[in-house]
């Protein structure tokens, strides 16, 4: 996760938190209303995004993205119909908000080779935020394809998301102390968030700093816990931090800023890119 750290949380985004936290907003939203939302909030995510073309051997990475992210290409495979959202939990079992997308994430887990707990955080994130801030469109592809690069969808150093959305171990990178190319960020949690009381450390599966997750996350599972680890809410509180600010992710300048925001060098975006095209891609294909 890049240092470009917003100072305060952006007042449109006060209706994510106020939402999330009320009873109607924790609760999972009726099959019918989610179902007519999805129709419209899934469309942009199974949309191709153009490809970058890889670099050659011997030269330098590809620039960063400069086609629109959802942009459409002709002669593609027709686009799926809408998903619908059901879900019976196993008797003596916690439902999670995430689990009413348990049919439209559970073939695209496998054919995008993604965790299911995972697939339905990112949709979940998508149609919440369509929901809260309409103005973003932000799509599910560009959550995938940044969890892609941060950590294989919780999967990096021996890490698995488990059936709750946990990650197991925890995911904690190596301490930003300046070495190895590394920038310095002295701690600024006292080690609660990120177990280390002198410099400070990405966490998580989509690995955010300290001081960006103390203010921008958010509880998406509804389970009282703000949880960092827990690919629901890190991957609700990724499309918060996507979308501050008051960027479209429908546009060039809007995604491009996005992602530096998340982490600033240019090789960066192009991968988050390319996982993001590759995604859109494979979806399209039925």
């Avoid at 495979?77 to 049919?103: C, I, K, M, N």
């Avoid at 919780?154 to 920038?183: A, C, F, H, M």
């Avoid at 982490?263 to 095209?277: M, Q």
Wanted: glycine share 10%.
């Amino acid at each position: 996760m890049g240092v470009d750290i917003l100072q305060s949380r952006p007042p449109r985004f006060e209706g994510l938190w106020l939402w999330l936290r009320r009873p109607a907003g924790r609760a999972v939203v009726a099959g019918i209303v989610i179902t007519l939302v999805l129709g419209v909030a899934f469309a942009a995510g199974r949309y191709l995004v153009p490809a970058v073309s890889k670099p050659r051997a011997g030269t330098s990475a590809p620039p960063p993205p400069t086609a629109t992210p959802g942009a459409v290409e002709t002669g593609e495979a027709p686009v799926p119909q809408p998903p619908t959202a059901t879900f019976t939990p196993p008797a003596g079992t916690r439902e999670r908000p995430s689990d009413v997308l348990a049919a439209w994430a559970g073939p695209r887990a496998v054919k995008l080779s993604i965790p299911a707990v995972a697939m339905q955080a990112y949709g979940y994130a998508e149609l919440i935020t369509s929901r809260t801030t309409p103005g973003c469109k932000l799509t599910w592809t560009t959550l995938a394809g940044i969890a892609k690069v941060e950590s294989d969808h919780g999967r990096t150093n021996g890490s698995l998301v488990q059936e709750d959305g946990k990650s197991v171990p925890p995911i904690v990178g190596p301490p930003l102390d300046g070495q190895s190319n590394r920038q310095a960020i002295k701690d600024t949690d006292g080690g609660a968030i990120d177990t280390d009381k002198t410099w400070d450390r990405a966490v998580g599966p989509m690995q955010f700093l300290p001081s960006t997750w103390k203010q921008f996350g958010v509880d998406a599972d509804a389970d009282g816990v703000t949880d960092v680890n827990d690919i629901d809410d890190a991957s609700l509180t990724a499309a918060a931090y996507l979308c501050s600010g008051g960027r479209d992710l429908s546009t060039v300048e809007g995604w491009n800023a996005a992602i530096r925001a998340y982490n600033i060098p240019d090789e960066y975006r192009t991968a988050v890119f390319s996982a993001t095209n590759d995604y859109g891609r494979r979806d399209r294909i039925g």
